[in-house]
Structures are given as structure tokens and as C-alpha cells.
């Protein structure tokens, strides 16, 4: 509360928290479709500039392809998916092209890289080499 001096906002929260906000984890799993190695060393720059946790930025990323998935495999989408109308519209687009195969590996390959972050003293350091090795399949 004393860091603003109006109505608190999702920004406010989320900037408390060290959560990113959802259109920032869009255009990573855009930059990653795209396989713009520049477009993600320049997200993870930012985001870790402005505090943000490194393993929360993994976890945000693991749960925006888990929500392509959910796309992908259902009708109804809203159900199983709580964040703004706009925010689901680009997810429900990202599911049209992103591969359910790349989501899936997508997945697996940030849960590793989650779990060896927990032990990692350097972890800007971890995520920028991450990427920069980063395989997408074919």
C-alpha cells in the first residue's frame, strides 16, 4: 500500500510480487514460436531489470503453455483459464500455431531448466545461457 498513493491496481500487485503480467509472457512464447533468441535475452533482460522473480518468470512461462494446451484440447476454454478476455484471445491465437508437440517439449524443457534454476547461485546468467542453447524441435 505505501508504494502508491492511489487504488491499487493489478500492475501494483503484480509489481509487489514479482509476477509477471500476462502480456509479457505472450510475447515470450511468441519470441519463442518465432525462435528470436534476441527478442527473449531482451524480455529476460527486462523483466529481471524491473525485480522479477527468475523461477516465477519460468513458472509463468510453464503456465501460458499449459493454458496453449488447454486451448488446443478444449471448447471451451474460459472454463479451465482465469485472465482477461484480451489476454485469452491471444493465448486461443498462440494455440492455432504454436504445435502441440513444441508445447509439450516447450514444457518439459522449462520444468528441467526450473528445477536446475532452484540451484543455480547466478540465475540471469542460467537463463540468458538457457536461451541462448535453447533447441527448439523442428
Same mark, same amino acid.
Given at each position: 500500500?505505501?508504494?502508491?498513493?492511489?487504488?491499487?491496481? *493489478?500492475?501494483?500487485? +503484480?509489481?509487489?510480487?514479482?509476477? +509477471?503480467?500476462d502480456e509479457a509472457v505472450c510475447d515470450i512464447a511468441d519470441c519463442i514460436h518465432e525462435k528470436d533468441t534476441s527478442g527473449i535475452l531482451n524480455i529476460i533482460d527486462k523483466v529481471l531489470t524491473e525485480g522479477k522473480n527468475?523461477?516465477?518468470?519460468?513458472?509463468? +512461462?510453464?503456465?501460458?503453455?499449459?493454458?496453449? +494446451?488447454?486451448?488446443?484440447? *478444449?471448447?471451451?476454454?474460459?472454463?479451465y483459464i482465469q485472465c482477461d478476455s484480451s489476454i485469452l484471445d491471444r493465448i486461443k491465437k498462440q494455440s492455432g500455431y504454436i504445435n502441440i508437440n513444441m508445447v509439450l517439449y516447450v514444457i518439459k524443457e522449462l520444468s528441467m531448466a526450473e528445477a536446475t534454476l532452484k540451484r543455480i547461485s547466478q540465475p540471469k546468467a542460467y537463463l540468458e545461457a538457457f536461451w541462448k542453447e535453447y533447441r527448439p524441435l523442428k
Open positions: 500500500i505505501s508504494m502508491t498513493e492511489k487504488i491499487i491496481e *493489478t500492475d501494483d500487485v +503484480l509489481a509487489c510480487s514479482g509476477i +509477471l503480467k527468475p523461477s516465477q518468470f519460468l513458472s509463468s +512461462l510453464i503456465y501460458h503453455y499449459r493454458n496453449i +494446451l488447454v486451448c488446443s484440447n *478444449t471448447e471451451n476454454p474460459e472454463e
